[in-house]
Protein backbone atom coordinates (compact mmCIF):
# COMPACT_ATOMS: atom_id res chain seq x y z
CA UNK A 1 0.00 0.00 0.00
CA UNK A 2 1.23 3.54 -0.91
CA UNK A 3 -0.09 7.26 -0.89
CA UNK A 4 1.09 10.68 -2.03
CA UNK A 5 1.74 13.51 0.76
CA UNK A 6 0.70 16.85 0.63
CA UNK A 7 4.31 17.64 -0.93
CA UNK A 8 2.14 16.07 -3.61
CA UNK A 9 5.70 14.21 -5.08
CA UNK A 10 4.82 13.28 -8.73
CA UNK A 11 6.61 9.69 -8.54
CA UNK A 12 4.63 9.35 -5.65
CA UNK A 13 1.04 10.51 -7.55
CA UNK A 14 2.00 8.42 -10.26
CA UNK A 15 2.21 5.32 -8.25
CA UNK A 16 -0.67 5.80 -6.58
CA UNK A 17 -2.82 5.77 -8.88
CA UNK A 18 -0.99 2.86 -10.83
CA UNK A 19 -1.86 0.54 -7.29
CA UNK A 20 -6.01 1.87 -7.55
CA UNK A 21 -6.14 1.53 -11.47
CA UNK A 22 -7.94 -1.76 -11.56
CA UNK A 23 -10.73 -1.02 -9.16
CA UNK A 24 -10.70 2.79 -9.44
CA UNK A 25 -13.82 2.95 -11.53
CA UNK A 26 -15.76 0.96 -9.29
CA UNK A 27 -14.51 2.79 -6.11
CA UNK A 28 -15.46 5.75 -7.04
CA UNK A 29 -19.26 4.80 -8.11
CA UNK A 30 -19.41 3.31 -4.86
CA UNK A 31 -18.08 6.30 -2.70
CA UNK A 32 -20.23 9.23 -4.15
CA UNK A 33 -23.09 6.81 -4.23
CA UNK A 34 -23.34 7.39 -8.16
CA UNK A 35 -23.18 10.59 -8.08
CA UNK A 36 -19.99 10.82 -9.84
CA UNK A 37 -22.29 9.79 -13.10
CA UNK A 38 -23.99 12.77 -12.87
CA UNK A 39 -21.19 15.32 -12.57
CA UNK A 40 -19.46 13.93 -15.63
CA UNK A 41 -23.12 14.69 -17.34
CA UNK A 42 -22.22 18.25 -15.90
CA UNK A 43 -19.00 18.03 -17.34
CA UNK A 44 -20.00 16.39 -20.69
CA UNK A 45 -22.38 19.68 -21.01
CA UNK A 46 -20.05 22.39 -20.21
CA UNK A 47 -17.61 20.99 -22.51
CA UNK A 48 -19.76 20.84 -25.48
CA UNK A 49 -17.23 19.22 -27.86
CA UNK A 50 -18.10 19.42 -31.23
CA UNK A 51 -17.76 17.00 -33.72
CA UNK A 52 -14.39 17.50 -35.01
CA UNK A 53 -13.17 19.33 -32.57
CA UNK A 54 -10.38 18.24 -30.79
CA UNK A 55 -10.43 17.54 -27.12
CA UNK A 56 -7.50 17.25 -24.54
CA UNK A 57 -9.01 15.01 -21.35
CA UNK A 58 -6.07 16.14 -19.29
CA UNK A 59 -5.09 13.03 -15.80
CA UNK A 60 -8.03 10.95 -17.95
CA UNK A 61 -7.36 8.08 -15.71
CA UNK A 62 -8.65 4.97 -17.09
CA UNK A 63 -10.47 6.91 -19.93
CA UNK A 64 -13.99 7.23 -18.32
CA UNK A 65 -13.81 10.81 -18.18
CA UNK A 66 -13.03 10.98 -21.93
CA UNK A 67 -15.19 8.36 -23.07
CA UNK A 68 -18.69 11.02 -23.84
CA UNK A 69 -16.53 13.78 -25.36
CA UNK A 70 -15.50 10.43 -28.02
CA UNK A 71 -19.45 10.06 -28.35
CA UNK A 72 -19.77 13.54 -29.56
CA UNK A 73 -17.47 12.94 -31.96
CA UNK A 74 -14.59 14.37 -31.10
CA UNK A 75 -11.36 13.25 -31.60
CA UNK A 76 -10.24 12.98 -27.98
CA UNK A 77 -6.70 12.53 -26.47
CA UNK A 78 -6.63 10.80 -23.61
CA UNK A 79 -3.85 11.86 -21.22
CA UNK A 80 -2.33 10.60 -18.22
CA UNK A 81 1.30 10.11 -16.18
CA UNK A 82 0.36 6.91 -14.50
CA UNK A 83 1.25 4.18 -16.93
CA UNK A 84 -1.16 1.76 -14.82
CA UNK A 85 -3.86 4.16 -14.87
CA UNK A 86 -3.25 3.99 -18.83
CA UNK A 87 -2.96 0.48 -19.21
CA UNK A 88 -6.31 0.09 -17.45
CA UNK A 89 -8.01 2.35 -19.86
CA UNK A 90 -6.57 1.02 -22.57
CA UNK A 91 -7.83 -2.31 -21.88
CA UNK A 92 -11.60 -0.71 -21.08
CA UNK A 93 -11.66 1.43 -24.14
CA UNK A 94 -9.44 0.67 -27.05
CA UNK A 95 -11.16 3.12 -28.69
CA UNK A 96 -9.31 6.00 -27.03
CA UNK A 97 -6.26 7.50 -27.82
CA UNK A 98 -4.06 7.22 -24.99
CA UNK A 99 -0.97 9.18 -23.96
CA UNK A 100 1.52 8.83 -21.58
CA UNK A 101 1.61 12.87 -20.61
CA UNK A 102 2.54 14.88 -17.60
CA UNK A 103 0.26 18.31 -16.93
CA UNK A 104 2.98 20.33 -16.84
CA UNK A 105 4.66 19.00 -19.86
CA UNK A 106 2.38 18.69 -22.43
CA UNK A 107 3.56 17.27 -25.67
CA UNK A 108 1.77 19.44 -27.92
CA UNK A 109 2.30 22.36 -29.88
CA UNK A 110 1.30 26.07 -29.10
CA UNK A 111 -2.99 26.17 -30.22
CA UNK A 112 -2.88 23.00 -31.18
CA UNK A 113 -6.34 21.98 -29.22
CA UNK A 114 -9.42 23.93 -28.77
CA UNK A 115 -10.68 22.27 -25.65
CA UNK A 116 -8.60 20.90 -22.71
CA UNK A 117 -10.29 19.33 -19.80
CA UNK A 118 -9.21 17.76 -16.44
CA UNK A 119 -11.43 16.03 -14.12
CA UNK A 120 -10.50 14.82 -10.43
CA UNK A 121 -6.80 16.14 -12.04
CA UNK A 122 -5.84 19.26 -10.98
CA UNK A 123 -5.85 18.90 -6.97
CA UNK A 124 -3.23 16.58 -7.50
CA UNK A 125 -0.67 18.16 -9.59
CA UNK A 126 2.07 20.20 -7.22
CA UNK A 127 2.56 22.84 -9.51
CA UNK A 128 -0.62 23.58 -10.54
CA UNK A 129 -0.52 26.94 -11.85
CA UNK A 130 2.15 25.81 -14.24
CA UNK A 131 -0.08 23.07 -15.46
CA UNK A 132 -3.30 25.48 -15.92
CA UNK A 133 -0.44 27.82 -17.63
CA UNK A 134 0.43 24.57 -20.27
CA UNK A 135 -3.33 24.05 -20.43
CA UNK A 136 -3.13 27.88 -22.13
CA UNK A 137 0.01 27.13 -24.58
CA UNK A 138 -1.64 24.16 -26.19
CA UNK A 139 -4.99 26.02 -26.68
CA UNK A 140 -6.17 27.67 -29.86
CA UNK A 141 -7.31 31.12 -29.18
CA UNK A 142 -10.98 30.70 -28.40
CA UNK A 143 -10.39 27.96 -26.92
CA UNK A 144 -12.33 26.49 -23.78
CA UNK A 145 -11.11 25.26 -20.37
CA UNK A 146 -13.05 22.84 -18.15
CA UNK A 147 -11.75 21.95 -15.12
CA UNK A 148 -13.95 19.75 -12.15
CA UNK A 149 -12.53 19.39 -9.09
CA UNK A 150 -13.83 18.62 -5.68
CA UNK A 151 -13.86 22.20 -3.84
CA UNK A 152 -15.18 24.05 -0.85
CA UNK A 153 -19.34 23.84 0.45
CA UNK A 154 -20.65 26.77 0.71
CA UNK A 155 -21.90 26.79 3.94
CA UNK A 156 -19.52 27.11 7.37
CA UNK A 157 -21.72 24.54 9.08
CA UNK A 158 -22.28 22.10 5.71
CA UNK A 159 -17.99 22.61 5.22
CA UNK A 160 -17.81 21.36 8.44
CA UNK A 161 -19.93 18.33 8.43
CA UNK A 162 -18.65 17.46 5.21
CA UNK A 163 -14.68 17.47 6.13
CA UNK A 164 -15.89 15.46 9.34
CA UNK A 165 -17.00 13.22 6.86
CA UNK A 166 -13.71 12.92 4.39
CA UNK A 167 -11.40 12.83 6.77
CA UNK A 168 -12.96 10.15 8.97
CA UNK A 169 -15.80 7.96 7.37
CA UNK A 170 -14.51 8.24 3.54
CA UNK A 171 -10.97 6.63 4.69
CA UNK A 172 -13.09 4.00 6.83
CA UNK A 173 -15.56 2.86 3.91
CA UNK A 174 -12.08 2.98 1.57
CA UNK A 175 -10.67 0.39 3.91
CA UNK A 176 -14.02 -1.94 2.74
CA UNK A 177 -13.76 -1.53 -0.71
CA UNK A 178 -10.99 0.29 -2.26
CA UNK A 179 -7.35 -1.80 -3.22
CA UNK A 180 -5.52 0.41 -1.83
CA UNK A 181 -7.42 2.36 0.95
CA UNK A 182 -4.19 4.86 2.10
CA UNK A 183 -4.81 6.70 -0.73
CA UNK A 184 -8.06 7.56 0.57
CA UNK A 185 -6.65 9.11 3.48
CA UNK A 186 -4.33 11.11 0.60
CA UNK A 187 -8.22 12.14 -1.38
CA UNK A 188 -9.56 13.21 2.14
CA UNK A 189 -6.25 15.59 2.82
CA UNK A 190 -5.97 16.69 -0.90
CA UNK A 191 -9.08 17.56 -0.80
CA UNK A 192 -9.12 19.69 2.46
CA UNK A 193 -6.21 21.23 1.67
CA UNK A 194 -7.27 22.53 -1.87
CA UNK A 195 -7.62 26.41 -2.69
CA UNK A 196 -11.73 27.14 -2.37
CA UNK A 197 -13.69 28.24 -5.89
CA UNK A 198 -12.73 32.18 -6.14
CA UNK A 199 -8.74 30.92 -5.66
CA UNK A 200 -8.97 28.65 -8.05
CA UNK A 201 -10.83 31.15 -10.48
CA UNK A 202 -7.90 33.73 -9.57
CA UNK A 203 -5.06 31.01 -10.66
CA UNK A 204 -6.96 30.27 -13.80
CA UNK A 205 -7.20 34.13 -14.50
CA UNK A 206 -3.35 34.13 -13.71
CA UNK A 207 -2.42 31.72 -15.76
CA UNK A 208 -4.14 33.45 -19.12
CA UNK A 209 -7.33 32.34 -19.63
CA UNK A 210 -9.84 34.42 -19.61
CA UNK A 211 -13.89 34.79 -18.78
CA UNK A 212 -13.65 32.18 -15.96
CA UNK A 213 -16.83 31.47 -13.85
CA UNK A 214 -17.53 28.09 -12.08
CA UNK A 215 -20.62 26.28 -11.04
CA UNK A 216 -21.01 24.96 -8.04
CA UNK A 217 -22.50 20.95 -7.60
CA UNK A 218 -23.70 19.65 -4.39
CA UNK A 219 -23.22 23.11 -2.25
CA UNK A 220 -19.82 22.97 -3.54
CA UNK A 221 -18.48 19.70 -2.94
CA UNK A 222 -17.25 20.12 -6.48
CA UNK A 223 -16.71 22.83 -8.85
CA UNK A 224 -16.76 23.24 -12.23
CA UNK A 225 -14.72 25.96 -13.64
CA UNK A 226 -14.78 27.37 -17.22
CA UNK A 227 -12.82 29.71 -18.61
CA UNK A 228 -11.76 31.10 -22.55
CA UNK A 229 -8.44 31.23 -24.33
C1 LIG B 1 -8.72 10.98 -9.61
S1 LIG B 1 -8.01 10.48 -11.15
C2 LIG B 1 -9.12 11.15 -12.34
C3 LIG B 1 -9.23 10.35 -13.58
C4 LIG B 1 -10.31 10.78 -14.57
N1 LIG B 1 -10.09 12.13 -15.05
C5 LIG B 1 -11.70 10.66 -14.00
O1 LIG B 1 -12.44 11.65 -13.99
O2 LIG B 1 -12.06 9.54 -13.58
C6 LIG B 1 -6.63 11.59 -11.23
C7 LIG B 1 -5.67 11.26 -12.35
O3 LIG B 1 -4.75 12.34 -12.45
C8 LIG B 1 -3.53 11.81 -12.90
N2 LIG B 1 -2.49 12.83 -12.67
C9 LIG B 1 -2.14 13.39 -11.50
N3 LIG B 1 -1.15 14.28 -11.69
C10 LIG B 1 -0.87 14.28 -13.02
C11 LIG B 1 0.05 14.98 -13.83
N4 LIG B 1 0.91 15.88 -13.30
N5 LIG B 1 0.06 14.76 -15.15
C12 LIG B 1 -0.79 13.83 -15.69
N6 LIG B 1 -1.68 13.13 -14.97
C13 LIG B 1 -1.72 13.35 -13.64
C14 LIG B 1 -3.39 10.55 -12.09
O4 LIG B 1 -2.44 9.65 -12.63
C15 LIG B 1 -4.83 10.01 -12.13
O5 LIG B 1 -5.02 9.11 -13.19
Known sequence: MMRAG?????????????AVAA???LTNDFMTGGLVRYWRRVVTDA????????????ASGTGTSSVPFERAGAHVISADFSLGMLREGARRYPDLSFVAADATRLP????????????????NVREYAAALAEFRRVTRPGGRLVICEFSSPT??????????????????IARAVSSDPESYVYLAESIRDWPDQQRLATTIGGAGWRGVEWRNLLGGIVAIHRARA
Do not use: C, H, N
Open 47 to 58: VGAQPGEVVLDI
Open 23 to 25: RYD
Open 108 to 123: FADDSVDVVTMSYGLR
Open 6 to 18: LDKEPSDVARMFD
Open 155 to 172: TPAFRELYTRYIMGSLPA
